[in-house]
């Protein structure tokens, strides 16, 4: 859709967060060439039913605080298997090496319902296996991140896959690029969220394995963020 609206799909937190409107336009033109890219895989063409979700514009709007730029939300069937997400990332790359960024959101391990807030830098036992499994597949052979699904931890590191599986998309983009990911930012937070991050071709001198903490919000004033 040409004008996406801002959908609060998400629950439990304050008032300001369901303020936010993140009016960005939309590029009919590039989702229509997105769908031709992956075909014969079908991917239907939202026009008027649903808009930018709190999967995307929770990141967007930090990220471009003015909502200045076009934005296409590719919604994720949960029903299909990982190796249909690898290969749906893979078949994406021609958008990404023309110039279009593509950005999955979400986090590695997430596990609402074992939260631990006297944890706030920190993951339990199992959340750091997941993670460090994750991060050697995705920083060696992303090809095979979908091996996760048989790991030991998979049960409480993903008890719902939507934090998950955009995680996919990036590892098939990379495997189409026959590279491996960079890793920007590592850490687990409140016992059972990882903030690890990923990222494919941007130059990064920091060292992230210098610290297991998850690293600190931005400081940016509420007016530039919308809230």
Known sequence: MARPQTIHDSYGFGDELFAV?????????????ATDLVAPTW????RDSWGI?????SVLVVAFPEADIPVVQLSINAQQPFDYHLAL????????ERGVLIVGSGNVVHNLRRIDWSRPDSGYDWAHRFDEEAMGL??????????????????????TPDHFLPLLYLAGLASAADRP?????????????????????????????????APPLPDVPAEETNI
């Open 89 to 96: 990332g893979a078949e994406l790359a021609p958008l990404r």
């Open 43 to 46: 991917v239907g063409l939202d």
């Open 138 to 159: 995705m920083t060696s052979a992303p090809g095979e991140l979908a091996r996760l699904a048989e790991h030991g931890d998979f049960a409480m590191a993903v008890p």
């Open 21 to 33: 409107q993140y009016p960005a336009p939309g590029d009919p033109a590039l989702a229509e060439e």
């Open 181 to 213: 990911c960079d890793v920007p930012v590592e850490g687990r937070a409140m016992g059972s969220l990882s903030m690890t991050a990923y990222t494919l071709d941007i130059g990064d001198d920091r060292h992230p394995h210098e610290t297991d903490g």
């Open 53 to 57: 979700d709190h999967g995307t514009w």
